[in-house]
C-alpha cells in the first residue's frame, strides 16, 4: 500500500561532488517489498517547488523501518533536499510503482545489473537480493568521471564490478556498452536503469537475453493519475495503448514499451 | 456536516469540494487513500468521442508554485469511459461530473447526448478550454459566438445540467461567461490552466514536447480570484471555482469572490490527502470566521449590504 | 564584457539587463546600493501628462511566488520627470527608457512629444497595458485596432524610436503584437502584469483597495516564456522580455524564447541587487552553456537550423 | 546607509503564544542610530514567500553588533521566520525608514509612550534613549488579552507602566487610550506605534500634545521605490503631495500625513 508519511533523517552525507545518500526511518517502509521501487519527495515544507521528485529506493531495511536512497543535488528541489538535517522530517510517498523481478533470475544464473549515474542506487538493493537467492551477479555502472562515482565498494561486495567513466579517469573508458561487450563471463539476464540512450542502447544490443529496463520520466502524480509519464507499448507503439512509467513501471521488460 | 451542504444544478453536495477534471483520473488511484464518498463530487478526466494517447511526453514541467501540463487529452474514449470507468465509479455514492471534450461542435454532442445518461453523471463539465490541443479546443474558449454555439448544442442534448469551463486566456472572461449563459448553461466551472511555457537552459528548447502547456497551481490562484469576482457579479447562475486551491483557506477565499463550490486540481499531486483534508478543516475554519454555513461566504467580497466586521487591528 | 552588449533601435547597450518600469521609481533609491551605470538601460516609472497620487492603499497584496499591485500610475507628472527626475538621472551614463502612459490618445502624444526630447532618453516604452487605471488603459492593449492607433500617433511625435508594451490579458497576443508593428512600433516590451485580485480571509473584501490588482514576479514567468515565443517568432521587431525574472538563468531562458533583452520588476524588491548580480553572472553563465555572445540564445526555441548538442544525460 | 546582510541568528525564543524575539548580529547594525527604525527580512532562502515582511527594531547593540526584533507569528512568512533556529542566517535589509526624533523630549521632561500589540517593540529602544537622556518615561502598553503581554517587566523597569487589555484579563479593561484619559500625571510628547483605529484615537485626542505616530503600511520595497506605502500629506489631503511610510516614515509627526 502506497503511504505518506514524515520520515525522520537518519543519516544524510555527500557521497560524491552533489551526490547525496539519505536514510529516512519510518512505518512506510514495512511496504517495500521489490527492489526498484521509488518514492515522491516533497523537498520542502512550502509550495515552492511544488511537486515532488520521485527518486529511487536504494535499499531498504524493513526491521529497522529504514531506508536509503541516493541521489543528485542539480535543480531547485534536490538542492533544498539537500540541506535537510538529521532528526528533521521529510514527507514521503511512496513505495510507488513496480521494481525488479528478482525472481526473473534462478538461483545458480548469473545476472547482469547496469547503471548509469543515479541509475546506479536501485541496482543496490536488487543485488542484495539476487546474492541472497544465489544468483552470481556481475555490476557495470557508469559514471560521467572518477569523482562521480560511488558505492564502487559496496557493489564489490556482492559480485565482480566493473566502472566506466565517460572520460576515461577511472576504470573503461567509454559507455557501458563499452565494458558489456568485452565481458567475459556468461549471463541470462540483464537488469538495467539510467539515462534513455543507455537503456536504447542495451536494448538494441541485447534483444536476445531477459532484460528489464527502469525508466525514467517527467511526473505529475507518481500513482498513475495525471497521466504524464505515459509511454506506447511496444505491441501498439503508435496506437491507443500505454503504460504508465510511474504505475506500470518504472521497470519493464524489454520491448514491452516503446523508449 | 450539513453546514457544508451545497444545492446546485443536478448537484446535491455534501460539501462543496471536489477534484477537479484531469487531476484525480477516474478515481481509482486515489480510491486507494481515502473512501471516494466523502467527497462532494468528482470531476473526471476529459472524455472525447474516440480514444486518444494524447501529446507524446514530457508532459509536464515544474514552475514557480505551478506547473505546466501537456497532457492533451489522452483518455480511453466515450464508451470505455462509461463501460468500465463510470461503471467501476458506481459504487461510490458520490455525483460524477463529467468532462465533456472535442475537436468539433459534433464531438460535444455525441459525448454529452451518452455520457449524460450514465445514472451517476449529475453534470456535465463542458471543457472548451483546454490549452492542449490543435484543432478547435481553443477556440470555443476564446470566441463568445462559438462559446454559445457549442453550449447550446450540448444543452439540447444532454439530460442533466451542463456547466460550461471558461479559459483564463481571454481579454474579457464576463462576455465568455455571459455568452454561455445565454446559450443556456446551467453553471459555470472556471478557471481552466493559462497557457505558458519554459525553456530548457542546457538544450535551449522547450520543456514540454508539445511546447507550451497549460499552467495550474497556486500561481495562477489570483487570476482564477479576480476572474470569478468579475464574472459572478453579472451572471446569475452558479460558479464552481478552481486554480491553485490547496487549504481550506484557500476554499474561503473563492466562495468570498462569488463561487458556490470549489474543485482542487495540482494540489492532488502535492498531497493525496489533500481534499478530505480540506473537508474536515472547513467547519473548523468556518467556526473561526464565524460563519455558520458555507454558502454565507458566497460573493462576499461584493454584496454591499450585509454588515462585515471588519478585524482588522 | 562586450559579449553582453546588445543593439537595438535607439539602444546601445552595454548588457541587457534594466530595471522594469516601476519596479526601480527614477533610480535615486537603488543609487544607494549600486552605480547606475553599469545597467543596460533604465526603464523609469510612467509619466502621465499632469501629476497623479494614484490609488488609495494597500496597494500591494502578496500571492504565492507572486505579488500584485495597484500603485494606479502615481507620478509627479511630465514637467517635474523632465525637470528634475531625467536631469538628476543625466548624471548617469546610461540610456533611459521613458514608459509612457495615460487615459488617453492626447495624453500619449503629449507626454511622448515632450519626454522623447530630454538628452537621456533614447526610447519610449509606451505602456498601453496598465491593468489599475480605470478609464481607458486597459482598452488601448485589448484592442489592436485602437493599439495600432495609439502606436502611429506617438510614432509620429517621438525623436526617439518607441517600444510598446503588451498586456497578457488577451485572447490572442500575436494579433496584438502585429498591429502596433503595423502602426510603426520599433520593438516591444512584454509582459506587463496579469490582473488578479486576492480577499481578507477576515473581512471577506479584497485586499487591495483598488480590488483588483496586477499579478508580477516569478508566478508569471511561464506566460511571459509563452507570449514571447509566440510574439517573436511573428514579428520583425525586437524584444525586451520580462515577467518574473530574478536570476541569470531566467536571463537565458527568456533568450531563447526570442526576447533580445530582459527587464527585471519584482525581483528588485526581494534582492536590491538583484540586477547587478545578474549581470555579474551572465558571463559565467554563458561559458558554462557554451556562447561566446548573448545574442546567440535569442530565439533558440524556435530557430530550427542551428546545430543544438541535447546534453540530456 | 542601507545595507543587506546575511545575519546570524544569535537567539531566538517565544515570549507569549506566537510572538517572538529574534536576535541577530552583524556588521548591519552599525548603521543603526535611531529607534524606530525597521528592517526588511526575507522569511525564506527560496521565492515563496516572495516579498520581505517589515518588522520594527526593538532594541541594539551597536557595540555588539546586535539587535532584537519582536515580532507576532501569524502569516505564512512569520511563520517560516519563527522556524529559524541559533546559528542559522537570516537575510535582512535595513535599517530602513527614519524613526522617533529623540531630540524632541527635552531632558527633565515627560514623554508618554503608547504602543498597541506588536506595536510594542520599537518603544524599548526609544524608552531607553529617552531614559538615558534624562527623560521621564511613562508606558501605556495595549494587548488582546494577559497572554499576549510581553516585556511588561523591561518597560517597568525604565518607567511606569500601565497595561491595557482588551478583554481586562490584566491591567485596565479596555484600550490604551482609557488609561491615558484617567493618567494623572502630565506629559509634554506622545511617541506611538500600532494599529491605525489607535494612531487615530490618539491624534483625535491628544492634538495639543507634541504627538509621533509610527504607522503600518503593506510594502513592496521598503526603501522608497514602488510607490505601494503612501498617503496623502495632512496639508494637501486630496492633492499629489504625498509621503512614504517605508522611506519617509514610519514615524510622522501628528497631522504631517492623513491617517
Ligand atoms: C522513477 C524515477 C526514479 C528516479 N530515481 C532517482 C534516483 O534514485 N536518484 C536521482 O538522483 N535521481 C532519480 N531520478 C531523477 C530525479 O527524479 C530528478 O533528478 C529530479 O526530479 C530532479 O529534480 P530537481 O529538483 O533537481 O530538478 P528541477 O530542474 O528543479 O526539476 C524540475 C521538474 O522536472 C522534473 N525532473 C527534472 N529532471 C528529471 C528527471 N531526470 N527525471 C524525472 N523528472 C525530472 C522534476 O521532478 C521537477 O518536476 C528518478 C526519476 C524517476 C522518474
Ligand atoms: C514599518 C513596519 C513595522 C512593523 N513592525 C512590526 C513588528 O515589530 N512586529 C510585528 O509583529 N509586526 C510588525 N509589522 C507588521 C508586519 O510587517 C506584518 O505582521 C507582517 O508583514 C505579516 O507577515 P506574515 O507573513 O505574517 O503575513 P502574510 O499574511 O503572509 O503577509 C502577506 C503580505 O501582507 C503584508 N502584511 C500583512 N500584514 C501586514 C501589516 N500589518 N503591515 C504591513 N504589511 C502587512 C506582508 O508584509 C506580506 O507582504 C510592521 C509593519 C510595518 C509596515
Ligand atoms: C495534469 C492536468 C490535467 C488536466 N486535465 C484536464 C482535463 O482533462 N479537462 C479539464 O477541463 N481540465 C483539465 N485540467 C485543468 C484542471 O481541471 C483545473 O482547471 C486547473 O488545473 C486549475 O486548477 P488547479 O490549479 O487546482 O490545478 C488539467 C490540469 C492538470 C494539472
Ligand atoms: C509595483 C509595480 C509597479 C509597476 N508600475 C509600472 C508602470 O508604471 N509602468 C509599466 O509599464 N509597468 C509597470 N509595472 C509592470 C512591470 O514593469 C513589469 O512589466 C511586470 O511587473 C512584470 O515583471 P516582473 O515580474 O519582473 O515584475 C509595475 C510593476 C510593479 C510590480
Ligand atoms: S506521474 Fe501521474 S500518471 Fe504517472
Ligand atoms: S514600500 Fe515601496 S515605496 Fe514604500
Known sequence: ??????????NHKELAPSIFELTLQGELVSEMNQPGQFVQVKTTEGTEPLLRRP????????????FTMIYRAEGKGTTLLSQRKEAEAVDIL??????????????????????????VPPLYQLSQML??????????????????IFYEKEFSELGDTYIATVDGSYGTKGFVTTVIDNLEQEFATIFSCGPTPMLRALEAGYREKKLFLSLEERMGCGIGACFACVCHTGDDPTGFSYKKVCSDGPVFRAGEVVL | MSRLSVELPGLHLKNPVMPASGCFGFGREYSQFFDLDILGAIMIKATTPEPRFGNPTPRVAETSSGMLNAIGLQNPGLEKVISEELAW?????????????????????????EISKAGNVKALELNISCPNVKEGGIAFGTVPEVAKEVTKAVKEVSSVPVYVKLSPNVSN??????????????????????????????????????????????????VALRM?????????IPIIGMGGIATAEDVIEFFYAGASAVAVGTANFVDPFVCPTIIEELPKLLDELGFDHISECTGRSWKQNETVTNNRS
Open chain 1, 55 to 66: 527518486i529511487s529506493i536504494s535499499s531498504y531495511n524493513s526491521s529497522e523501518k529504514q
Open chain 1, 94 to 119: 511512496g513505495p510507488l510503482g513496480n521494481g525488479f523481478p528478482v525472481h526473473e533470475a534462478k538461483q545458480g544464473e548469473t545476472a547482469l545489473l547496469v547503471g548509469g549515474g543515479v541509475g
Open chain 2, 228 to 236: 470569478i469576482y468579475e464574472v459572478s457579479q453579472q451572471v446569475s
Open chain 1, 1 to 10: 500500500m502506497i503511504k505518506k508519511e514524515r520520515m525522520k533523517v537518519l
Open chain 2, 173 to 222: 472572461i464576463v462576455d465568455m461567461a455571459k455568452a454561455v449563459e445565454d446559450g443556456g448553461a446551467d453553471g459555470l466551472t472556471m478557471i481552466n490552466t493559462l497557457v505558458g511555457m519554459r525553456l530548457d537552459l542546457k538544450t535551449g528548447k522547450p520543456i514540454l514536447s508539445n511546447r507550451t502547456g497549460g499552467l495550474s497551481g497556486p500561481a495562477i490562484k489570483p
Open chain 1, 131 to 148: 546474492v541472497a537467492k544465489g544468483v552470481t551477479v556481475i555490476h557495470v555502472l557508469g559514471f560521467q568521471t572518477k569523482s562521480a
Open chain 2, 89 to 113: 465509479l458506481s459504487r461510490y455514492d458520490v455525483p460524477i461530473i463529467a468532462n465533456v471534450a472535442g475537436s468539433q461542435i459534433d464531438d460535444y454532442v455525441k459525448v454529452a447526448s
